[in-house]
C-alpha cells in the first residue's frame, strides 16, 4: 500500500497541476504566428492606394451600385444580398465624398510587420465572433502593432467583417455603412497614412473578416 501524501507533498502537486492547466490555457489563447501575407491580403492595400489617387473613378461605380437597393438591403450582382443600416444615402453620400476629395498620389507600401499585426486580430477575434478594435484577449491595435516594430507617430485600423473582394472590402470601408463619424474613411483618406499591411481570415459571425493596420511609418522588427 502506498503511504499517505504529506500536506507539503500535497501542496506541491496542487501548484503543478495549477500552473500545468494556466500553461495549456496561455497556449489556447494565445493567437498563432502569421505566415507572409497572400497575393488577395496585399491586394487590399493596393486597392486602397487605388482608391486614394484615383477618387473620382470610384465614385462612378459607387453611384451605379448605389441603383441596386430594396429599401436597407443591398442587391449586388453575383452578390449575396447585403443588409445595411443606411441604404442607398450612405452610398451616394460616399460617392459624392470621392467626387469632392482631393486625390493622394503616391502608394501605401505594404508592411509584413503591419500584416502580422492586423493577422494577430484576426486569430484572436475571428473565432469568437465579436467585434471591433479590442482583442479577445483585451489588446489594443496600437499594442499589436508594436509588438511587430515601431510606428511612427500615427497609426490607425479599418476592419470589415463579410467575405468581400478586395476592391469591394476597401469600398465598403469608404462608405462606412452605420458609422456616424465615418471614421474608417476618415483612415483611408489621411495621406499621412503611408504603410499598412492587411489579414484576412474566417469570423464565427460573418464568414470572414478583414483587418488593416496603418501607420505612417513603420520600421519592422528583425
Known sequence: MNAPKTFPTMIRALLAACLAVASLRAQE???????????????VVREITKIR???????????????????TLWR????VPIRTNEGRPAVLE??????????IPGQVAFSEGLHAAAWEH?????????????GVSGSTFGERIRRYGTPGALIGEV??????TPRMTVIQLVIDDGVPDRGHRKNLFNADFRVGGAAIGAH?????MTVVDMADSFTEKP
Not at 54 to 70: H, M, V
Open 204 to 208: 464565427k459571425g460573418y464568414g470572414s
Open 159 to 164: 476592419i470589415n467583417y463579410g467575405e468581400e
Open 53 to 71: 489617387r484615383f477618387p473620382r473613378e470610384y465614385a462612378k461605380y459607387l453611384r451605379a451600385l448605389g441603383t441596386r437597393f430594396e429599401g
Open 94 to 103: 460616399a460617392a459624392e465624398f470621392l467626387e469632392q476629395v482631393q486625390p
Open 122 to 134: 484576426v486569430a484572436d477575434q475571428g473565432p469568437s465572433g465579436q467585434t471591433g478594435h479590442v
Open 29 to 43: 489563447v494565445q493567437a498563432p504566428k502569421a505566415a507572409r501575407s497572400t497575393l488577395e491580403e496585399q491586394a
Open 76 to 79: 449586388l450582382r453575383d452578390h
